[in-house]
């Protein structure tokens, strides 16, 4: 693959990171035989109190992969995982790249209607849930084509039982078609047929968030997978012995790719606790040493909020990057000075199979001195970004405009929406809806999704660089900044806060508080504290429901400026 030489950014990678990274192999299930063959014998899972050998996870990959052949699974065919981060995430995973059958990400929070939209549009065949899960499964897919499917209890794996995260300890009844311990021993010893796979296969159907319409499944292949999770590895210098923690959902493409897959290839650990609690992760830091991981910033935020968090849970961090929306400058600092580590911002969408640009290990994102954002890093190996015009024009360094992506990170498109792929990626090249700046360096900086730019009067306001400036204020925790309709300047700024535990802060303190730091058409002249704002799975703050709120349903704490 040719890449521009005009790429800057180059001068900025880590020294051992080379400018281009080739593929060694075809397909995850290649790679992952690789991985098992070089080490059979480290621990490639932990779960609390468990753990799982290469050889080990690899033989009960085999038996699933036979189980779900045996149900009339195939090559090609879709199978819904919907399930919270347990080891058996990563078992059903490589059980259908073996088969050569693609996986579902499912929210295990999504419901009825909600869920059956995702699994009739992607024709799904089967389906993995968990047990607690099974009577919400039937009656939501009922007619659907679903044919069959298998439950897992979160309990299998461990026996510490913490009660954190598992409020029973009973098993409810599992799944018409199996529980899948239970066929983990019946097709134990059991081996699928070989698969010859090549990197344009899918390996995850990975739907967006809907964000610009409704929802869309990112054909994620194969060699999409392979080339993040490759680059990403060399990123942050995983080597034998590191250990990953989940921490991102890994129905989210961030923990499928940067969390499940990238370990899955390597010679790392992989360490699951369920669904995130912050002092269960802070525990699970500390106990299983990790090195790694990549998360929202929101998780990151609830572990700071833990009264009793320190620097010894983050003693054996080598690497920690955040995902989903970019950092505050106020916030990297906040945490650093108190843990010690510094949080690196990383990039990636659902089309680009997860992070693509990620601030280089051991550096300091700079801060845009005009917007005062902080850069989400530098493009990784083998991906070419620009800024371009509206009419798709490569722009100038410095110059602000749309995002564009291209390499082999990028899906070739969206499952069963041609004219959707047309418009997204024509030719290959993603464009992102990304308002962004690429300095002289190659430092790239978003100044927010182009649809969330607010009009003041004609003056252009990016609810990032407002929301980094309450940022700064000790009290706030969590803020976003929309546009509102406004009779006389057209658009006004409106911003919705959170405020830290125990912290206090009125509207009128937070509105004077951005008076030395924003000219004053940027300045909310709306205020509105909440007790939490409302976001995706992912951690990304749902801007858009903000947009939609009215003024019946602000709390009494609503100031306008």
Known sequence: MSIPQACPWRDLYPAAVPAQMAVEHDSLAAAWRARVARAPDAVALRYFDGALTAQEVDAASDAL?????ARGTRRGDRVGIYLQNIPQYALVLLALWKLGAVALLLNPMYRRDELRRLVDDAATVGIVC???????????????PVR????TSALDFQNRDDPRVFLSAERPTPAPDGDLSALLREFTGCRPDPVELTRDDVALLTYTSGTTGPPKGAMNTHGNVLNVALTNAAWADLADGDVVYALAPLFHITGAVVNAAISLITPTTLVFTGRFHPEVALDALAEHRVTFMVGSITAYNAMYAVEHAGPEHFATAKHLFSGGSPVPPSTVDRFQNRFGVYIHNIYGMTETSSAVIAVPPGTSAPVHEA???LSIGVPLPNLTARVIDPDGHALPPGEQGELELSGPQVAPGYWRHPAATQ????????????????????WVYLVDRLKDQINVSGYKVWPREVEDALYEHPAVHEAAVVGQPDDYRGETVVAYVSLTAGATAT???????????????????EVHLRADLPKTQSGKIRR??????????????????
């Open 65 to 69: 992969a036979v189980a779900f052949a």
């Open 130 to 144: 968990a047990d607690t899960d099974v009577g919400e499964m039937r009656a939501s897919l009922a007619g659907s």
């Open 148 to 151: 069959w499917t298998v439950s």
């Open 371 to 373: 917007s005062g954002t």
């Open 423 to 442: 418009q997204t990626m024509p030719g290959g090249r993603l464009r992102t809806g990304d308002g962004a700046i690429i300095d002289e360096r190659g």
């Open 507 to 525: 509207p009128d303190e937070l509105i004077s508080f951005t008076r030395d730091r924003l000219a004053a058409y940027k300045r909310p002249t």
């Open 544 to 561: 858009a429901e903000l947009r939609r709120t009215s003024d019946r349903d602000l709390p009494p704490t609503t100031t306008k400026g």
